[in-house]
């Protein structure tokens, strides 16, 4: 067994205790890294967490963070103070409220050996002497996640994928990946023709899959799976420090106090950009769904009132088709999720000047996609004709109003006699106003066109022949 007490004998480490010395013996399972504001979601019983206290700012933020840990059955906290001179005094009492044992780890120790050290502990503890591969490999635990993936495909003899829940490739060392539908949502291990697809730490509503090209995995394929797990951990954390360093961004965008484009270049973003917003009502997966759509595109992260909400570079590498391919992304991860309902609307690239104008576009072109009774739908701002971004931007019960005011008598005369001249009010406008046009698209005589609009003109009070008018009433039938 491993336990708290195992790592402070362990020389290399040179963990100092500073809470819990009564907790010694509590078992320690496994071992995970975490910088992020709320880790409650994340964490597992009979971890080890380490941390360097970047989310820790003022007093009075380690209780609630603590309390999670607490509530999660962590086995106990290993802190590095080398960005905050030390640990927080705040920090410590927390850890004794909550009965969570504090290892203090020294400033000049990298987590990547504390990683590697408690892993080989776990391994000797379980009876299993860790072979050259596994150390050959735990040897990357602090690598990039290429490195990581190029190591375990040296160490497994076998090609090495990692997928995410909407099919996109995060990595890999063969181009021919396998798609992410082979896997069965919900298994431990999944082994399809001459490929194992197993689950990576299921600490995300989006998971990511690791796939081997071998149908025999072992366990140092769970061995990689578990470093991918960190390396994934690692990114998000550094995702979640920029995003935090964008937030008065997002603050200027939204109509806050401050210059925006002094934020935008605080950012690190280059225009032109586009505003890209999605909304998953009923659920909280609006961000892990922005991160994966733009995942290959430089990009800060927000929010736009309850919408996650994304700034991304346009040049050079924003995809031509992003709009067909968000929605395939956006359509795929469904078999992981619960998460009903996704909408998307983009902005066309902006200037900085422009940016709080691309955000409206693009809020406006997600109220489109919202509307459109699809399950997953995206809209991009560019492909809707100006009007129908208006008319998108204007609250419910204006659209209704202005609807009932302009055609209110043409409504109720074709609900009292039956008829349909709101249709071919529509269908003659749609046609430049030109009655040969309209009538042949109403399979109708030109005349019986002509007699129809001049008595919906009769009804509505209108001329209809009027340029500003057909505009009014045009708008009136799209709302």
Known sequence: MTSVRTLLEIPELRLRLRTGSALLGREITRIYGTELPDPGRYVSTGELVLTGLLWWREPGDAGPWVAALAEAGVAALAASGADTSGIPEDVIQACARHRIPLLEVPADLSFAVITERVVLALAAGRGREPSGARKRLLSTADAPLPVLLRQGAEELGAACWVLSGTGRVVGGTSPEAPPVEWF????????????????????????????????????????????VSLARARAEEIRRMADRAAEPLFATLTGG????????????????????????????????????????????????????????????????????SARHRLSTVARFTDAPRVFAGVSGPATVDGLRGAAQEALHALELAARRGEPVAVVSGEDVAVHRLLIAGAPDDLRRSVRERVLGPLLAYDAAQGTDLVRTVRVFLECASSPTAAAKALHVHVNTLRYRITRASELLGLDLSDFATQVDVYLALQA
């Open 257 to 324: 106090p401050g210059d925006l484009a002094a934020a935008f270049a605080a950012s690190g973003r280059v225009a032109p950009a586009r505003v890209v917003l999605v909304r998953t009502p009923g659920s909280d997966l609006a961000r892990e769904l922005l991160t994966e759509v733009l995942a290959e595109v430089p990009v800060s992260f927000g929010a736009l009132g309850e919408d996650a909400c994304a700034i991304a570079e346009v040049d050079p590498q924003w995809p031509p088709n992003w709009t067909s």
């Open 184 to 227: 069965t949502p919900g298994s431990e291990r999944t082994v399809h023709d001459e490929y194992t697809l197993l689950p990576i730490d299921g600490r995300f509503r989006i998971p990511w899959i690791l796939a081997v090209r071998s149908p025999e995995a072992d366990d140092l394929t769970d061995e990689l799976a578990g470093l």
